[in-house]
């Protein structure tokens, strides 16, 4: 059986834990990420323990390192995780380093993939189990699912069936390393990759030169608890929607602030 060290958030690790079926010798989470330091504090996740990755020129980073090198797992597993894993930790497992990314590779690469699919008004996204290297988002696929978006999608209800997704992927890869099958791997068509920064709060801005789509596509991809869509109303007080409107809200919000 497989041994993995596993890296995600406090909403993915305690899944991830269940899924693997005793088989996770330590977890991490993102130090940089303050919503997982309670997991961190208690330092242990159902009696697997938990490690919290610090920044690369961080004092306390090589013993970090010596820590996951001490494990000798087979497999690292991401799965929503924040911070990039350096050379150095991807050559720790004997078998490779797999993530679950929260979009259909090449197409949606790098940051925010799920709120920029809904901004553009996609009616499709999906998951991508792919093996990690240094480029970020690059390396062979495993397994994908595809996921279709729905005019009332909102990032909560598509984050939901997205995170669904990756979990039936992880069980799927864990079945397999399991009965000693050999994962497979498909190189990405780097010609159709397309790579996404990372959002800005002033990209939240609600122009009111768009169309009634593009604003409801808008508002819907950033909801609580994203930080909303926002605009300024005619005494400059600054109004943030951060809940779903239906295109009618929409194109009567747009009727009053538009010119």
Not at 40 to 61: E, F, M
Not at 103 to 116: D, I, K, M, Q, T
Request: with cysteine.
């Amino acid at each position: 059986m497989p041994r993995y060290v596993i890296f995600g958030d406090e909403s993915t690790l305690p899944t991830m834990e269940r899924l693997l079926e005793g088989q996770v010798l330590a977890a991490v989470v993102a130090a940089a990420r303050p919503q997982s330091q309670g997991l961190a504090r208690r330092g242990t996740l159902n009696g697997v323990s938990v490690l919290s990755q610090p920044s690369a020129g961080a004092a306390d980073y090589p013993a970090f390192e010596q820590a996951l090198r001490d494990l000798h797992p087979e497999f690292f597993l991401c799965f929503s995780y924040s911070m990039i894993l350096p050379p150095a930790l991807l050559a720790i497992p004997a078998q490779g380093a797999i993530n679950v990314h929260g979009g259909l590779l090449p197409r949606y690469r790098g940051a925010n993939v799920l709120n920029w699919a809904l901004i553009e008004g996609a009616t499709a996204t999906g998951v991508t189990a792919h093996y990690m290297t240094p480029r970020v988002d690059g390396g062979d696929i495993v397994l994908q699912q595809p996921v279709a978006i729905v005019e009332s999608d909102t990032a909560v209800t598509l984050k939901r069936r997205l995170d669904a997704a990756g979990c039936r992927l992880l069980e799927r890869i864990h079945g397999a390393l399991s009965r000693g099958e050999r994962l497979p791997r498909t190189p990405q068509d780097e010609s159709a990759a397309r790579y996404y920064r990372r959002r800005r709060p002033e990209d939240g801005r609600i122009d009111w030169s768009r169309s009634d789509r593009e604003i409801h596509d808008l508002v819907r991809a950033l909801v609580s608890p994203w930080p909303g869509a926002y605009y300024f109303d005619k005494s400059g007080r600054k109004v943030t929607v951060d809940r779903y409107l239906t295109m009618d809200q929409v194109r009567q919000l747009r009727q009053e602030h538009a010119g």
